[in-house]
Structures are given as C-alpha cells and as structure tokens.
C-alpha cells in the first residue's frame, strides 16, 4: 500500500469516528431535552394540583352548585384548568349567572367570580304561561301567578314557547320585546333596575315605566335612550324620598325633561 493510499485511509477513518461522535452528541442532546421536559410535566403533575376551589359573588346559588356546575374538581391540574368550558358549564347550568370569571392563584387554588341577573322580569307567552327572563331577555324559570307578582312586570309582550338559559323570541310582537330589551339593555349597570316596578311596552313609541309605585316615568321611544336614563339619573337625585309624580323624557316640552308632583 502506497503512502498517499494510507493518507486517504486514515483521513476516511477520522470522517467516520467523527460522524459517529456527532451522531452520539445529538443523540445525547435529545435525551436531555427529553428529560427535562419529562421532569417539568412531572413537577406541574405533582406541584400544581387544584387544593382549593374559591366562589365569589354568588347569593342565589351556592358555592357547591356553582362549582358543580364548573366541572373544576380538586385534584385537578391547575395550569391546565379549561376556564372557558367551566364558564360555559356555569352559565349553561345556573340560568341566573349573568357572566363568570375564572382565575388561578399559585400554587393550588381557583377562583371562581360570577355576576348574577340583578333582577328578574315576568312576561307571559303565546300560551299565557308566565316566565321570568333577565334583563338581557335570557329565560330564567317557569313561574306561577303568585310568585310573577313579585317580580317586574313587562307588559305588552308575548315571547315565544322559551327554553332556560337562551334568549326569548316573539312572533306575535317581535317590536314591542325588541323595545323592551333596549330599555333594559339601557338601564342594566345604571342602578335602576332593580327599583323598576313595570316596563309597559305595549305602544313601543309610547314607552313607560314605573319606579317603584313612585314615579311614573314616560319615556316615549326608544330614541337617545343612553341620554335619557343619564338624565333620568340625575332627576332622580334631585327628588325627595317623600314625592311622587310623573318624569316626562319624552321632551316634548320645549326639548327638556319635566317632573309633575302627583297631586
């Protein structure tokens, strides 16, 4: 064997011990990886279980029936905790759960936070049965004559046969509900609603409502409504405790609200 013939021998033999010295690396490298993802999911396993399931601002639900509802259990993985099922679990099972949020707290805890309707208004249906539906027009429960007596009225409405937790419909007035779901999509967060005693849509050009049994309120369409329960608001403030009366918001005095002292 010539001298340049064991040159080229030897030089084959290092490109092979070198191949194969990388090949071992990158193997080594992948064990590694491995390993330590291997470990993290072992340590979140094992670290980051749900010890404790927190409820915060529920009164007509318990803690238990919101949790329940959740599907969130202790034991759970908490970082892998599907907050949008769990919410959606909630307000499909507790029709009166106006909207929830979910939070975790290292290391062990979830916080459950839920809004609930902050009144209830009875309407009946094609059939004259009566239903309480929210202020969002979402069905809350079948009633009876007894208890819709002591919830809101809405007057000149008939919804639709409804279904629990979905928003009601109307055939025979679809107007009037459209009506009546602006007002009360205007009045949710102004802190009137839950003093509104009726909601009469029955002429929905010719709206009115009743603050308790003691303003009358005319509201007429359901033009500048925003405007309107914002000046609503301030009279309000300006009256009282002791007077009754009629609060015009129709402006067709001289474009501005008036109030008319029951006499």
């Not at 194969?20 to 080594?28: A, E, H, I, M, Y």
């Not at 670290?47 to 034991?75: H, L, M, P, R, W």
């Not at 007596?149 to 679809?174: E, N």
């Not at 609200?257 to 029951?262: C, E, H, I, S």
Request: charged letters at 20%; proline letters at 2%.
């Amino acid at each position: 064997m010539t001298s340049e013939q064991q040159r080229t021998r030897d030089a084959g033999t290092r490109r092979r011990k070198a191949r194969k010295t990388q090949g071992s690396g990158v193997v080594g490298k992948l064990l590694i990886t491995l390993a330590v993802a291997a470990a993290i999911i072992f340590g979140v396993a094992i670290f980051f279980k749900v010890n404790t399931i927190e409820v915060q601002g529920n009164t007509i639900y318990s803690a238990d029936e919101i949790i329940a509802a959740s599907g969130v259990a202790v034991g759970d993985n908490l970082l892998t905790v599907n907050k949008q099922a769990a919410a959606g679990g909630i307000t499909a099972a507790l029709p009166y759960v106006k909207s929830v949020s979910i939070g975790r707290t290292l290391p062990d805890t979830v916080v459950i936070s839920v809004t609930e309707t902050d009144a209830a208004f009875a309407v009946a249906t094609d059939t004259n049965a009566l239903w309480l539906i929210d202020s969002n027009g979402k069905a809350l429960e079948k009633t009876d004559a007894e208890t819709a007596k002591t919830a809101s009225q809405l007057i000149g409405v008939s919804i639709d046969s409804p279904t629990v937790g979905k928003i009601v419909t109307s055939t025979s007035t679809p107007g009037n509900l459209s009506a009546a779901l602006s007002v009360l999509g205007a009045l949710d967060g102004s802190g009137l609603l839950e003093h509104i005693a009726s909601l009469d849509v029955t002429k929905d050009y010719s709206i009115t409502l009743w603050y308790g049994d003691q303003y009358e309120i005319l509201l007429g369409g359901t033009d500048q409504l925003d405007y309107k329960i914002q000046y609503l608001t301030v009279i309000l403030g300006k009256l009282s405790d002791y007077q009754q009366g009629t609060i015009d918001l129709t402006f067709s005095e001289e474009k501005t609200a008036t109030f008319r002292p029951k006499t």
